[in-house]
């Protein structure tokens, strides 16, 4: 007779799930230091969970957890179909493709759920025995108890990495009151690599495993303001999230798995033309990326980052498109649209002189004032110069 353990292991398999792994709900005490000297140096984003004790002691979630089952599923990284070359394109980083993460993690999730429940042997333990499946906009630090459940170990770029399928996984935990035997934790497997930190543009890992997440270009292609300047090459056409840390590690060589019909990308959902993007209304917006776990935030980032895009591409093909984003409402986008006039017009800077010019005259928006002042001196300066 198999253990309940063992059953739930073969099932996750049927419905699934890659990896299954099951640990203790002791509380994780030992990130408490480093969660609170994140947060006061400045390191968190604030997409965080707010609660820090939530976030280390499972009994929070509800009285007495015995257990916490963790699962990995892995995710594609290379697209089959031929992105086409006839227009600038931006692309979605890897962990955005395929219809949202969440929604596939929480299908998995509550269909073990469900199983575990028809597992019971008396109506007794049908209920008394509690299911907290959490996604990872829940309390706990997913990548701590995936660690502890056995999937992998925590890399130096901070994400968890597994033996099997690298760092391209999707992570998602229950919290449970029933025990069952906890697997093993993995031990480190870096040894002395160091290719994420230097590979980071930004310079966003710490080196421990931990990062300053405002400086990773992921939160950065994120927010809803002004992109600061010294981000926005370094996004190069990456218009969400980032996959550096993760392409440079050497347990993702060669990982790419596609199990998950759901996962698969669609080259004009996670390569979007660019221009089109500029002006798509919230209907088509919502057609076109409103599955992606990289539309959360909305269209305005996208449409920023767009305009960060074309400049970087070298658009020119595109500045009347970008020049009618001057009279945008969102003051955003006027700004990132000064902006990227300046990048692309840089070698004939009397083109749109003028109309920048115009813009000053009755632009009243501090951000985007700035930026006219600093793009109309970047252009009328001597060239040897700029
Ligand atoms: Fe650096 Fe990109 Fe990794 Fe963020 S996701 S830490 S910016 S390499
Ligand atoms: Fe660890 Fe190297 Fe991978 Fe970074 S790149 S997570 S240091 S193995």
């Given at each position: 007779?198999?253990?309940?353990?063992?059953?739930?292991?073969?099932?996750?398999?049927?419905?699934?799930?890659?990896?299954?792994?099951?640990?203790?709900?002791?509380?994780?005490?030992?990130?408490?230091?480093?969660?609170?000297?994140?947060?006061?140096?400045?390191?968190?984003?604030?997409?965080?969970?707010?609660?820090?004790?939530?976030?280390?002691?499972?009994?929070?979630?509800?009285?007495?957890?015995?257990?916490?089952?963790?699962?990995?599923?892995?995710?594609?990284?290379?697209?089959?179909?031929?992105?086409?070359?006839?227009?600038?394109?931006?692309?979605?980083?890897?962990?955005?493709?395929?219809?949202?993460?969440?929604?596939?993690?929480?299908?998995?999730?509550?269909?073990?759920?469900?199983?575990?429940?028809?597992?019971?042997?008396?109506?007794?333990?049908?209920?008394?025995?509690?299911?907290?499946?959490?996604?990872?906009?829940?309390?706990?630090?997913?990548?701590?108890?995936?660690q502890r459940a056995g999937l992998g170990f925590i890399g130096k770029n901070g994400l968890l990495?597994?033996?099997?399928?690298?760092?391209?996984?999707?992570?998602?935990?229950?919290?449970?009151?029933?025990?069952?035997?906890?697997?093993?934790?993995?031990?480190?497997?870096?040894?002395?690599?160091?290719?994420?930190?230097?590979?980071?543009?930004?310079?966003?890992?710490?080196?421990?495993?931990?990062?300053?997440?405002?400086?990773?270009?992921?939160?950065?292609?994120?927010?809803?303001?002004?992109?600061?300047?010294?981000?926005?090459?370094?996004?190069?056409?990456?218009?969400?999230?980032?996959?550096?840390?993760?392409?440079?590690?050497?347990?993702?060589?060669?990982?790419?798995?596609?199990?998950?019909?759901?996962?698969?990308?669609?080259?004009?959902?996670?390569?979007?033309?660019?221009?089109?993007?500029?002006?798509?209304?919230?209907?088509?917006?919502?057609?076109?990326?409103?599955?992606?776990?990289?539309?959360?935030?909305?269209?305005?980032?996208?449409?920023?980052?767009?305009?960060?895009?074309?400049?970087?591409?070298?658009?020119?093909?595109?500045?009347?498109?970008?020049?009618?984003?001057?009279?945008?409402?969102?003051?955003?986008?006027?700004?990132?649209?000064?902006?990227?006039?300046?990048?692309?017009?840089?070698?004939?800077?009397?083109?749109?002189?003028?109309?920048l010019r115009d813009l000053q005259s009755t632009e009243t928006d501090e951000e985007v004032l700035?930026?006219?002042?600093?793009?109309?001196t970047y252009l009328t300066t001597d060239k040897k110069r700029r």
């Amino acid at each position: 007779m198999q253990s309940l353990k063992e059953r739930i292991i073969a099932e996750s398999k049927k419905i699934g799930i890659d990896k299954i792994g099951f640990t203790t709900a002791e509380p994780f005490d030992y990130l408490k230091e480093s969660l609170i000297e994140q947060k006061a140096a400045g390191h968190t984003s604030g997409f965080e969970h707010p609660d820090i004790d939530e976030r280390i002691y499972p009994e929070k979630t509800f009285d007495n957890p015995k257990s916490i089952i963790a699962i990995a599923l892995a995710y594609p990284t290379k697209i089959h179909e031929e992105v086409p070359r006839d227009e600038k394109r931006g692309q979605f980083a890897r962990a955005s493709w395929g219809i949202d993460y969440h929604n596939i993690l929480q299908d998995r999730l509550n269909r073990l759920i469900d199983f575990i429940k028809t597992e019971a042997d008396s109506e007794q333990e049908t209920a008394d025995w509690r299911f907290v499946p959490q996604v990872d906009t829940g309390e706990l630090v997913d990548v701590a108890v995936a660690q502890r459940a056995g999937l992998g170990f925590i890399g130096k770029n901070g994400l968890l990495i597994t033996e099997e399928y690298g760092s391209f996984v999707y992570l998602g935990e229950i919290v449970t009151n029933i025990q069952f035997e906890p697997d093993e934790p993995v031990a480190n497997g870096c040894g002395d690599c160091t290719r994420c930190i230097t590979g980071c543009p930004t310079g966003a890992l710490l080196g421990d495993g931990r990062m300053n997440a405002k400086k990773c270009l992921s939160y950065q292609t994120q927010t809803k303001g002004m992109m600061p300047k010294e981000y926005r090459k370094k996004i190069r056409n990456i218009i969400y999230g980032c996959d550096i840390c993760q392409l440079v590690c050497p347990y993702n060589k060669g990982k790419d798995f596609h199990f998950h019909p759901e996962m698969e990308p669609q080259t004009e959902e996670v390569f979007p033309k660019l221009v089109p993007l500029l002006t798509i209304s919230n209907k088509q917006f919502k057609t076109q990326f409103g599955h992606l776990a990289g539309s959360w935030r909305g269209k305005k980032p996208l449409q920023r980052n767009a305009l960060i895009a074309l400049a970087n591409l070298g658009g020119r093909e595109a500045l009347p498109k970008i020049v009618n984003c001057l009279d945008d409402p969102r003051p955003v986008i006027r700004g990132t649209a000064v902006w990227a006039i300046g990048q692309l017009t840089k070698r004939a800077p009397d083109q749109f002189l003028d109309t920048l010019r115009d813009l000053q005259s009755t632009e009243t928006d501090e951000e985007v004032l700035t930026e006219l002042e600093e793009t109309l001196t970047y252009l009328t300066t001597d060239k040897k110069r700029r």
